[in-house]
């Protein structure tokens, strides 16, 4: 499983670990991923998902995976996440 969120992009840092010497070793910093299953509403479906648990916080915040998919802008979001964004906006105008 790739270590990134697929409605945000968030993906795996690098950096170092700094030893009270101040030695640096390089090290890896990786976001929480879990696979979640997000409700839509507009689709009336599931929609399973691996998302950072950041991302699932704002998800809740913003009121659910339509509404967070709607209000965040195209730039922000990856391609897997723009096509159900599209998705639920043909659905909800009425096609």
């Known amino acids: ?4 969120c697929a409605l945000t992009g968030k993906k795996v840092q690098y950096g170092h670990n700094v030893s ?3 030695r640096a070793t390089n ?3 990786e ?3 879990q696979k979640v299953r997000l409700q839509s509403e507009a689709l009336g479906q599931r929609v399973s998902l691996n998302v950072a648990t950041r991302t699932l916080r704002t998800v809740q915040k913003k ?3 339509d509404a967070f998919l709607l209000e ?3 730039l922000k979001l990856q ?3 723009i096509r159900l964004k599209n998705k639920i906006r043909r659905k909800l105008s009425g096609r």
């Open 1 to 4: 499983m790739a270590r990134v």
């Open 20 to 22: 009270h010497s101040k």
């Open 27 to 29: 090290r890896r910093f």
């Open 31 to 33: 976001p929480n991923i």
């Open 63 to 65: 009121g659910g995976l």
């Open 72 to 74: 965040t802008s195209d």
């Open 79 to 81: 391609p897997d996440a």
